[in-house]
């Protein structure tokens, strides 16, 4: 492992500080080493497997569990039945899985499985191995767990497999069995249904044989040339501190490097494809500006290398890669590329549990990507993110929301996980720069990277970074936006003039309390802001249009539903709450008076 990671490792190992509801913070670790032999004639391949793992927690485990992601493409499994009964099925999924024949379905079958030279039972249950230790393992020791498989690269469908729509051969992500994650809420050995992942942080050494007229890229780093022997290649990768490991396969791929920042090589795997040539080459710098942008507004990237590469059904993200489909408009050829570059910083370095979180990954995400790409690519959009509050408007008030506590598999439809974790995760982010101020979400952000990368934080942890970075009570903030489907709704009751002032009744009408910006126009021409601070804040945030002299009234109690002030000497010609619209009110019609 590599000075860098060590230290980083030293201090997750052995740090106590409080943290994750207040259990002392630790996480395990899983260092794997594998080899496969692939057939690309009947598109099979054979692995062999070590996984040194170390037991970190405070708890004895009689008992561990896989992840076997490739059994999922089989009829009848939950993925296929999950996408035929949803209500709105994922285009690309629907009854295909359900269509597939034995040659073309996916499978991981383990044919043996030993701990410490011992044999262990084990059952397979649809995409989880349940293993019974054959010795449990202790608080802090490790124990080496050997098995052998087969597998099959099912036809592509979601994500992973083989020949898809673009005639990539090989997108082999979630193609090797994969210890589940341990931790203070204790196992999360999730059946995969199309959604989100969790991992354990280790080294990785990959050895693939493949065909040698194909071209590997992906995770980690490539360790000498490959070697040839008997028409084959073998490609050997090293991967330090991932939490995954994916790799994609074509005979016919072009391969770019273009040079990144900070030393990092970019590396770009595309078809030879004279329709798409063009744009990929485009995007290799436009790729650069974007990480150094992510370096200056998140945190620096740690690794040696990022490889884009065209491959899978959309864009996913993975460790040091993405696999994102190619044949694209040049503009939404950047935007995937953007968001999933983003995901390294809020997934594969913070590393939330996306099942249970899938806001903080994917929302935090859209936020940072958006306002990338309007710097990186001059857009000049006032509201980077504004998409995402319209988005979020629908589903607030379409009275099908679900809470983003919601497991990511168990939402009632596609529809609401997909705003919910992509638009309000978004909005949360943008919001919060309304209620603390900019200049404190872009410390909080990162802060938040600085302390919990490598750590996989919870939203507690984030909530609290931003308490600290702000000096503001922030609880409300998370529980009623995140954890509810309260709604924001403020309204100008009345303005009424009264001897020569103006008496302004504010009314909240939605169950989330916020602070409120109030912006008023005078019928002479002057301007003025008045800023009304949430009791429960217990704070309040600077001035954010200095230009504007502004008034700090007193603290307006939640439980109150109405809230007065007076404006003295003047006559109001225009008020109006947050012109910024950053606050996610549903019913904006009402947060303008104009005088008659």
Same mark, same amino acid.
């Given at each position: ?90 285009? =690309? ?50 124990? !080496? ?16 497999? =083989? ?231 629908? !589903? ?18 596609? =529809? ?24 404190? !979400? ?107 002299? =502004? ?46």
């Amino acid at each position: 492992m590599k000075p860098f990671f060590k230290a980083l490792w030293l201090v997750l190992c052995v740090a106590t500080l409080q943290a994750q509801n207040s259990t002392s913070y630790w996480q395990q670790n899983a260092d794997y080493k594998m080899n496969i032999d692939v057939d690309v004639e009947n598109w099979q391949y054979k692995g062999s497997q070590e996984i040194t793992y170390t037991n970190n927690s405070p708890d004895v485990l009689d008992r561990v569990f896989y992840h076997l992601y490739f059994n999922a493409f089989q009829p009848g499994s939950e993925m296929d039945v999950r996408s035929q009964t949803i209500g709105d099925p994922d285009s =690309r999924v629907g009854s295909r899985i359900a269509a597939l024949t034995p040659s073309e379905i996916g499978y991981i079958k383990p044919l043996s499985l030993t701990q410490d030279g011992a044999k262990v039972d084990y059952e397979v249950v649809g995409t989880i191995l349940e293993v019974d230790l054959a010795k449990p393992i202790q608080p802090g020791e490790s124990t !080496l767990l050997a098995m052998e498989w087969d597998a099959q690269v099912p036809v592509q469908i979601r994500r992973s497999g =083989r020949n898809n729509k673009e005639g990539v051969a090989l997108s082999m992500s979630q193609w090797f069995p994969k210890l589940a994650e341990y931790d203070f809420q204790g196992w999360h050995a999730d059946p995969y249904i199309a959604r989100e992942f969790h991992g354990v942080w280790g080294d990785f050494n990959v050895s693939i044989s493949i065909d040698e007229d194909y071209i590997v890229g992906g995770t980690g780093y490539l360790q000498g040339e490959p070697k040839k022997r008997r028409g084959k290649k073998t490609w050997v990768f090293d991967a330090p501190d991932v939490h995954d490991f994916t790799w994609a396969a074509d005979p016919n791929y072009i391969h770019d490097t273009y040079p990144g920042p900070n030393g990092v090589v970019l590396n770009f795997y595309y078809k030879d494809n004279p329709d798409i040539k063009e744009n990929w080459k485009k995007l290799q710098p436009i790729t650069a500006d974007l990480m150094v942008y992510f370096n200056k507004h998140i945190g620096p990237y740690p690794y040696k290398q990022y490889s884009v590469i065209q491959g899978g059904d959309g864009g996913m993200e993975y460790a040091m890669c993405t696999l994102i489909t190619g044949e694209r408009k040049f503009g939404s050829l950047v935007g995937v590329t953007a968001h999933e570059l983003a995901h390294t910083w809020f997934q594969f370095l913070l590393a939330t549990n996306e099942a249970k979180h899938e806001w903080m990954d994917e929302g935090f995400t859209v936020y940072i990507s958006s306002l990338a790409e309007n710097e990186v690519l001059n857009e000049g959009k006032e509201n980077p993110v504004a998409g995402s509050y319209r988005g979020y408007n629908f !589903l607030a008030t379409s009275g099908q929301e679900q809470p983003a506590t919601t497991h990511a598999d168990r939402y009632d439809s596609n =529809r609401s996980y997909g705003i919910t974790a992509y638009s309000k995760g978004a909005v949360f982010m943008a919001q919060l720069g309304y209620v603390i101020g900019k200049e404190n !979400l872009d410390k909080t952000i990162k802060r938040y990277f600085e302390e919990w990368a490598f750590k996989h934080p919870t939203p507690n942890d984030f909530i609290r970074v931003a308490e600290k970075v702000s000096g503001m009570e922030l609880d409300w903030y998370l529980t009623d936006f995140m954890q509810t489907t309260n709604t924001i709704d403020y309204g100008v009751q009345s303005v009424v003039e009264e001897n020569g002032n103006t008496k302004v009744t504010l009314q909240r009408i939605g169950l989330m309390g916020m602070p409120i910006d109030v912006y008023v126009e005078f019928e002479d021409g002057s301007k003025a802001s008045y800023y009304i601070p949430l009791q429960m804040m217990r704070g309040e945030k600077e001035n954010p249009t200095p230009a504007v002299n =502004r008034t700090v009234l007193k603290d307006w109690a939640w439980a109150y539903p109405t809230y007065e002030f007076e404006i003295k000497g003047k006559k109001v010609k225009r008020l109006e709450i947050d012109p910024s619209k950053l606050m996610a009110d549903i019913a904006p019609e009402n947060n303008t008076h104009t005088a008659e």
